[in-house]
C-alpha cells in the first residue's frame, strides 16, 4: 500500500505537469526518500543519529516560525531545501540550501552527513538526458557530520550550540539536562566532570531526550547522573 501512494502520488510530478497539486518547481519525490532514508537507513545504520534529530528537532521548533510539528516532515523538508527541490514559498522561507544552512545549521549539518558528497541535485522539469547522462555521482564519501569526540588520543570538548554559554549562565544544563548536556558538553561541564560521573547505559542520553529523568528519577538519576545532570 505504502509503495502504491508513493507511485500515485509521483505520476503527476514525473511528467512535469504544471497542473501538479505541487507546486511545479517541488519534487516530493525527494520528500519521500528522505522519509524512508530516516527511517530505515540512518536511525538503524548510525549510532545515536536518531536522538540527534530529536534534539534538533527539538530546539529548532522553539527557535524557528514555521517548522513541521512532525520530525519525519521537518527532516524531510530540510532534505528538500538542502537540494534546492522545494516550492519557493514556504512558511519559514527555507526554500535553498543556503537558506538552510543559514537559518537551521544544525539540520544542515545532519543532512550533510547522510548527503556527504555534495552531488548536484538535477531538477526533473529543467532537466535533459544528456545532462543526465553527463552527470558524475560521488558516491562513498567521507561524512562531513558530527566527529567522534576523540581525536588524535585527545577528547574534544565542544559545544554544538552558540548560545550554549547563555543557556549555562540561565541554569538550563540543570533545568533541562537532557538536551544540554547533550549539545552543550563544554558550557555545562559534561567534558570535565568527575571521573565517577558516568552513564551505566549506552542508551541514557536518549533517555534523559525524553523527559525520563523526571519520569523515572529512581532509575535515571542512578543509572544515567551524567545525561541527568546529577554530576
Known amino acids: 500500500m505504502a509503495i502504491q501512494r508513493l507511485q500515485s502520488r509521483q505520476q503527476e510530478q514525473f511528467t512535469s505537469n504544471k497542473r501538479d497539486y505541487y507546486h511545479y518547481n517541488e519534487d516530493t519525490m525527494v520528500r519521500s526518500l528522505a522519509k524512508g532514508i530516516i527511517q530505515l537507513g540512518a536511525a538503524v545504520g548510525i549510532q545515536g543519529w536518531d536522538a540527534r534529530l530529536r534534539a534538533v528537532f527539538k530546539s529548532a521548533r522553539s527557535q524557528i516560525t514555521g517548522i513541521s510539528k512532525y520530525l519525519g516532515f521537518y527532516f524531510s523538508d530540510g532534505v528538500q531545501s538542502y537540494f534546492n527541490a522545494t516550492q519557493p514559498d514556504t512558511v519559514n522561507h527555507i526554500t535553498t540550501k543556503d537558506a538552510l ?98 552513564n551505566d547505559h549506552k542508551d541514557c542520553s536518549q533517555w534523559a531526550l525524553r523527559g525520563e529523568c523526571s519520569r523515572n528519577p529512581d532509575y535515571m538519576l542512578v543509572n544515567c547522573k551524567m545525561s541527568c545532570g546529577e554530576c
Open 101 to 198: 544552512k543559514d537559518k537551521d545549521p544544525d539540520l544542515y549539518n545532519l543532512i550533510e552527513e547522510i548527503f556527504p558528497c555534495g552531488n548536484t541535485y538535477l531538477k526533473r522539469c529543467e532537466t535533459s538526458r544528456a545532462q543526465e547522462d553527463a552527470q558524475q555521482l560521488r558516491m562513498n564519501c567521507e561524512p562531513k557530520g558530527r566527529k567522534d569526540p576523540i581525536q588524535d588520543g585527545k577528547f574534544r570538548c565542544t559545544d554544538s550550540r552558540p548560545e550554549c554559554e547563555f543557556w549555562h549562565g540561565e541554569g538550563k544544563c540543570r533545568s533541562n539536562p537532557g538536551y544540554l548536556n547533550f549539545v552543550c558538553e563544554k558550557s555545562c561541564g559534561i567534558c570535565d566532570a568527575d571521573i565517577n560521573c558516568f
